[in-house]
């Protein structure tokens, strides 16, 4: 079974940076298409970004268009999501996804992680 697990959430002030990382089992990430998701209380799961065929496509949410990089590392066989400039608005529970759909459209996605928290003060 394929299991995807989430790291590197945390407490930041405004302003700051977080990287994000989704550790890949039982599964080749560059096989698949990956997505990042956030999850605001309250709100519904918002689409990041997504990277397919090995990175050589690769897509982001306006709203964290030129602020967040999403990279794949082959070799661990990660996924990164560096989030820099980060907003109070930017606080929500982050998730990793595997699926075979370039989209930012969570129903493409089948495989998902238990998530990380990421909190913006301020």
């Known amino acids: 079974q394929v299991q995807l697990v989430e790291s590197g959430g945390g407490s930041v002030q405004a302003g700051g940076s977080l990287r994000l990382s989704c550790a890949a089992s039982r599964v080749a990430l560059s096989s698949r298409c990956l997505g990042w998701f956030r999850q605001a209380p309250g709100k519904e799961r918002e689409g990041l970004a997504v990277i397919c065929a090995g990175g050589l496509q690769h897509s982001y949410a306006a709203s964290v268009k030129g602020r967040f990089t999403m990279a794949l590392d082959k070799p661990t066989n990660t996924l990164y999501l560096q989030m820099n400039s980060l907003k109070p608005e930017d606080t929500a529970m982050y998730s990793c996804?595997?699926?075979?759909?370039?989209?930012?459209?969570?129903?493409?996605?089948?495989?998902w992680g238990q998530g990380t928290q990421v909190t913006v003060s301020s």
């Open positions: 996804a595997a699926g075979l759909t370039y989209s930012l459209d969570e129903a493409d996605f089948r495989t």
